[in-house]
């Protein structure tokens, strides 16, 4: 018997070495791991525990400013970048430019694979290769309502929307019903703001912006496309939208709808943690969100751990490596450390099968909602969320998020016709794809 | 026999001149060659760096671009604007500093952060100022009874609120300078005056003002350079926005070279930039600062 359980010790201790030895940084350099603002406290340990289990010399630092165009610049001159954040749409345009290692790389690859959703693979897939490990994963749009204000107008969840035609509907009669702005729309102005609450609205009423393997613009004035113009126009013109969201940033618009005032506003999933947060919200406990009832709810939001291939030393290279697949994916435990512990703090949903279907996922994610029973309608929220590789998946993808957050606060601000907006739209898709070489 | 041979004055100068010569020549005239060329060229990124020679299409481009023209409007409101307030404010500030006062050693240390302050963190701070949400205008109307929201980042006030910011952090140096011209005003003048039973306008507008004069014109020009090269403020407050309404010229270069990596373009729009700061300067000069030296 003691020699079963010294022999089961011992294995155990001689794989948990072997994980720490395969991942054990070497070289000695420095690795350069940059990420845009967003809970870096977590991230900060996360590093320093690579730091010192793992002998890692891990050099993290945040980027403010234009996110997009500042890694951009960085990557293209060279400079100190290693690992870093990125959207999907943003990795592609690096990988085009020639910038990005893709994951496939990787000598744990099959087994990071075979963990990873079809979705998100799917997802994160251009080109034939995979373009960094998971971040996280959320619906950004899910639409949330704040049922203690509803109540206070004397509507209860039945008379809740289940498509987007309801829902501005609905506007109205909460605005009877006496609320100055019933709705807060995701019209803040980021460059994925405006722009990707267009381009969701699109796919939740059935249509494309563009067309996910040709790229070739899709939207017609009568169609989905221009269905959503009209109601945002009707809402707008209609004095129903407080026009400062328009010059919000996304802390902004959080805040806004955790002051109370607002019953029903797109967000991202994961901040139903938040709104319900106590600590941080004036409608703790009463944020809920809306249900699948045969038509999506926003757009699969998603970031990823790219790593960068810049020039290295083969030994750096094998650091970059071990510290991608440390900190993207398993540590040398064979634990999804940062996926589970960013599940666990922010409700961040992850890309691996490990981390989501994890013995605590479930409690972890019903503490954070205000009811036990909003776990299922999560779950049926996210698995139906669409992705839109036709305007996400190409080289021109975070020119024309850009491009189209001025186009639509242009199409408010200035009162412009639905025709020529869409029109507006097809041509400056057509425009990128000859820039860049799509599809013609 | 071995003469001696001394160089003239001028070509010591020349000599003593040649680091500052190749220190303009690294960072001006380099940058700005490289900026012109760029101008001729179509410039690609993907699949390595490619320049592709296109003359003088990229200054056609610019000039037929509603987007340059919507840009150089707001360019010039903007600037209008913060120059008037920047000047207001910084008399104002000078002639108040003038004055004998309690703790006026401490008021006039603590007059400066502003300008102190690094345009990024005055961008947030004015942002979070001007917004309904959040801001001091809707708290202060608020405080007198209204429950509604003052939103100034909203279409209307946008330009008028970074003006003002601007202008905010900017004064402080106008005030300072001033002040020290007021300093060298005898006091004598205003025993003069009070002698000829000037009102107290009167006093500002015929002893006081004089001397600031050209100081003022100097710093015309100076917030007139400064607001229509600014930046880094309006990126942080308003974004060029909301949509493209607070958009300058200094954002359209910033999102066609960093966002759009349009670098061609862009450096032929920063010339009509480059031409319009030296042009109302040199205008400034032709219609004001050529009376003040005579």
Redesign the interface.
Known sequence: MMKLLFTLIFSFVSIGYVHASELAAESGEDVFFRGWQYRTDIVQSNIDRYNNEMGGNVDYATVT??Y??IM??NL?SGGDLDIFYANPSQASRYF???WVKPANELPNFDEIKADMYPAMLDAWTYKGKLLGLSYFVSTRGTMHVNLQKLEEIGMSESDLPKNWDELYDSIYKMKDAGVKYPYLPHWF?EWYGISWAYVWEVMNRGGLVADPDTHQPMLTADGPGGDALRDWKRVWNDGLI???V???NES?YM??FK?GEYVISPQQIYDLASFNDPANSKIAGHVSLLPYQGQSWGVLDSAVYVMSNRDRSDALESDVEKMASWYGYKDQNGEPFVGANWLNVSMLFSGYKSVMESPDAKSTIQNALARPEDYETVLEVYKNTPYPKGVWSV?WA??FN?WLK?TM??F???DKSVEDTVNAINDKINELNDE?GIGG | MRQNKEISDLKFALFMSLPVIFFLIFVVIYPLAYAFWMSLHKVS????LKFKFIGFSNYLKVVTNEKFWDALFVSIRFTIESTILTLLLGLLIALILSKPFKYKTLIRSMIIIPWSISLYGCGIMWAQIG????GLFTAIYHLFGGDD?V?L???NY?IELLALGNAWNLSPLVAFFLLSNISTIPKRLYDLADIDKMSNFEKFWNVTFPPLRFTIFVFTCITIVMSLKLHDFI?TL??G?????SSTLTYEIY?LS????QLGFGSAMSFYLLFLIVGSTLMLYWLWGRRLEK
């Open positions: 400013g234009d997009p165009a951009e610049q293209m085009d430019g020639g102005s407080p026009e400062e328009l010059t919000y902004s805040e806004a002051s080289t975070p020119i850009s001025e606060t242009e408010l601000l200035e860049y | 990124m993907f699949g390595g917004r309904g949400q959040t929201k939103n980042i909203g279409k946008v990126f308003s974004q926005g909301p949509g493209r309404v999102k960093f966002k759009n990596m």
